[in-house]
C-alpha cells in the first residue's frame, strides 16, 4: 500500500488525518510506503484533492474516516473502529471542537515549517481561512491554551475508567485524537498540555 | 424490576439519567414498575445516594451508567452499549460539556416545577452548588442558548451522517443526549432547539 502524506520541513508531516490512517495501519499490522508530497503538489497527483491519499493495488482512496472504514472492511482481523457511527461522532467531536482552536494555537508554528515551496501558498490561504495574519494569530496564546485545555475534559474524564478511550487496548478513539496530538505537538513551540496533564501519559502509551 | 425516580409537578420526571435507563430498559424489552421518589425522601430509601436505582430481584443498582452496563450483562439480548468504553466516552462528553450550561438555562423553570415538600432543599443546594440566586440564573438566556446550541454541533454532524448516533438503529449514544433533552425539554419554557434542528427531528425519532 502507499500512502500520501502532507510533507514539512525537518522530516515533520503534517496531516492529523495521515497520523489517523498510519495508527491504523499500524494496529493492523499492514505495511505501507509512505510518499510525502507538499501542499502545492497534491493536485498534481490528481488522485484526491486533501492528504492523506492511500492507494490499495487498483483502489485510490482519500479520506482517513472512509480509508479506515475501507481497512476494516478489507482486512477485518484488529478491527480499528468498533462502531462505525460512533467512530464517526468521535470524528466530528474531535475535529470540530478541537482543530480550529488548536490551529488558532499554533498556525504560525505551522508556517515555520512548511516547505519553502509552500510558504506563499500556505499564508494566503490559512489567513484567508482564519481571517487573520500569521503575525498575531498565535498572540495572546499562553492564556487561549487554557480553553483548548477544558475542552480536552471529556477525556481525561474517560481515562480515568479506562486506560484508553477504547477501553484497555486502542481503537478509532485512540488514534483519532493521537492524530490531532502527533500534528499539535509536532509544530508547537509552548506547551500544549501541561506537564501533569494524563492525556500526555496516554498520547505516549498510544504512540507507534 | 423496579426503578426509582425523581418526582416533580405535573407528573414531570426530573433526572435526565433515569431517563436513560427507561430508554434501555425499553429497547431490551424489558417491563419495569416506576416509583417516582422526591428529592427529600431519596436519603430515607437507604438504597443509593442519587436517582436512578434500579431494584432487579436481590440486586439494588445505582448510576446510570452502571446499571445500563449491567442489564447489558444480565440480559444481554438488544445489547445497548457498543462499547462501554466509548459509551463512557460519550457520556463524559454529554454529562460534562451540555449539563453544567444547559442547567444555567433552565435553572429557575426546574425550581417551578420542584414538589412543594422539596422547593427549600433545591433552592438552597442549588443556589450554593452554581454559586447563583434562582432569580437571576436565567437572566440572558436568549443569548447564551446559542453557545449551548453551537456545543452540539457534532451531534449535527453525525445526524447527516446516519438518522441515529448509535447508526441506523439508535443505542446507547442515543439515549444517553436523548435523557438529557428529555430533562430539558420537560422544564424549558423557552426553545432550547430551534424548530428546523436536526436535533430535534432526532429527538421525536428516539422517542418512546
Redesign the interface.
Known amino acids: 500500500m502507499i500512502l500520501y502524506d502532507l510533507d514539512a520541513k525537518n522530516n515533520i508531516r503534517l496531516s492529523p488525518t495521515a497520523w489517523r490512517v498510519k495508527a491504523a495501519l499500524h494496529h493492523k499490522g499492514l505495511a505501507w510506503e509512505e510518499i510525502p508530497v507538499a501542499f502545492t503538489d497534491i493536485s498534481k497527483l490528481n488522485m484526491h484533492p486533501t492528504i492523506p491519499i492511500l492507494v490499495d493495488g487498483d483502489k485510490t482512496l482519500g479520506e482517513s474516516f472512509d480509508i479506515i472504514a475501507y481497512l476494516d472492511e478489507k482486512y477485518p482481523d484488529k478491527r480499528v473502529m468498533?462502531?462505525?457511527?460512533?467512530s464517526?461522532?468521535?470524528e466530528?467531536?474531535c475535529n470540530?471542537?478541537l482543530h480550529m482552536p488548536l490551529a488558532h494555537l499554533v498556525l504560525k508554528d505551522i508556517y515555520d515549517v512548511v516547505l519553502d515551496k509552500d510558504r506563499a501558498y500556505f499564508k494566503e490561504s490559512r489567513e484567508k481561512r482564519f481571517n487573520i495574519s500569521l503575525d498575531t494569530v498565535q498572540n495572546g496564546r499562553e492564556e487561549r491554551v487554557i480553553a483548548f485545555r477544558a475542552l480536552l475534559?471529556?477525556?481525561r474524564?474517560?481515562l480515568k475508567?479506562?486506560p484508553?478511550?477504547?477501553?484497555d487496548a486502542p481503537?478509532f478513539?485512540d488514534y483519532c485524537l493521537w492524530g490531532t496530538f502527533k500534528w499539535g505537538f509536532a509544530v508547537a513551540t509552548f506547551d500544549l498540555l501541561e506537564k501533569d496533564d494524563p492525556i500526555l501519559a496516554w498520547f505516549n502509551r498510544v504512540s507507534l
Open positions: 468498533t462502531s462505525i457511527s460512533e464517526k461522532f468521535f466530528n467531536w470540530g471542537t475534559n471529556p477525556v474524564a474517560s475508567f479506562k484508553y478511550l477504547g477501553g481503537n478513539f
